[in-house]
C-alpha cells in the first residue's frame, strides 16, 4: 500500500477530556521547558504528543485500544523509526496528572528507558 501522507482532515480528531488537561501541561513548553507538538503527522500517522528531539511520542488511550492489533503495528513502525511510544491510558491522566508528567519527563530526559507497554 502506497503512502498517503495525512491530510488535516485526518488530524481533526475529537479531543478528549484527558487530551485537554495533558495538553495544558505540555504546550508551551510548561513541562520542564520540553518543546511538544499535538497532533503531529508522523509518516501515515498522527501522534497525539511528540517532543520531536527525544523522539519520544506520547499517546493517551481509551479502553478500545486495550491490546489492539492496529496500535502495535502502528507502534513497531513507528519503533523501527527510531521513536519511543509512551502510553497512558485516560484515566491515568484524570487521577494523577502529576504522575503522568513527571514520567513523561523522565523518558524525555534519559532516552534509554523503554515504555512498558
Known amino acids: 500500500m502506497p503512502h498517503q501522507p495525512v491530510t488535516q482532515a485526518k488530524r481533526s480528531f475529537a479531543r478528549t477530556e484527558a487530551e485537554h488537561k495533558l495538553w495544558q501541561e505540555l504546550r508551551d513548553r510548561r513541562l520542564d521547558r520540553i518543546k511538544f507538538r499535538r497532533q503531529v ?5 498522527v501522534a497525539d504528543f511528540a517532543c520531536l528531539e527525544a523522539r519520544l511520542i506520547v499517546e493517551l488511550d ?5 491490546d489492539s492489533e492496529s496500535d502495535l503495528a502502528r507502534g513497531a513502525e513507528l519503533n523501527a523509526r527510531g521513536f519511543r511510544i509512551l502510553r497512558f491510558w485516560n484515566d491515568d491522566v484524570l487521577r494523577d496528572l502529576d504522575g503522568v508528567c513527571d514520567t513523561i519527563i523522565a523518558y524525555v530526559k534519559d532516552p534509554g528507558l523503554q515504555p512498558w507497554r
Open 41 to 45: 503527522p508522523i509518516e501515515k500517522y
Open 62 to 66: 481509551g479502553s478500545q485500544h486495550a
